[in-house]
């Protein structure tokens, strides 16, 4: 039964790197896109993505998240059947202690990404680029939803200078992120102990 929780939980890694290269391939261009291992890739990984993608929740206007959903999926069962492999068996906690942690590891990502993305704008700023332009575009595209509901929170709608604005923001995003990655350890920690 061991040796059978391992292969699986191989099969899954594997797959879970099939899907890192597609997601990857499919941000850059190329002539190998007409490539047959390209679109054995696309037969073998499409299907499971398109099951997520199905859900409009995980896509903004800019940005379809429905791949870290998959993966998140993808990676939980993983990790319960490669706990079930070392173990020989899986409690309820381990099971939402491993829930936990997938649901921390996607909020954790949110949050690191937005910080990396308020540095950029931040650094735009600075610099005096034309944030309205190509790359700095985007950046501003996916931090200003951000800015202005925590902005609203923090200053109240009041005019306030574009870089204090951008460093309050990441801080609050990082305080929250330390507070909830604290939370989420203390809490795992309490699910993995319990007996059932």
Known sequence: MRLLMHVISGFIN????????????????GP?????????LGQICD??????RRFHVFQTSTMDFSPIIAMAALSVAGNIFSTMAMYGRITVGYILAILL???WSFFSFFFGFFIIVLILQLIAFSTN???YNGFWRIVDLIAQPVLSRI????FKYST?????CIISCG?????????????AAILGGVFRSLPF
């Open 32 to 40: 190998y896109m007409q490539g047959k291992a390209y679109q054995v």
């Open 101 to 103: 942690s997938a649901v």
């Open 47 to 52: 299907p499971y993505l398109n099951w997520f």
């Open 14 to 29: 594997l797959y879970m790197m099939a899907i890192i290269i597609r997601v990857f391939l499919t941000w850059i261009q």
């Open 151 to 154: 902005n609203a929170k923090i």
């Open 160 to 164: 306030t200078d574009s870089q204090k």
């Open 171 to 183: 801080l609050f995003l990082l305080g929250i992120r330390i507070v909830l990655g604290i939370l």
């Open 129 to 131: 680029r034309d944030v």
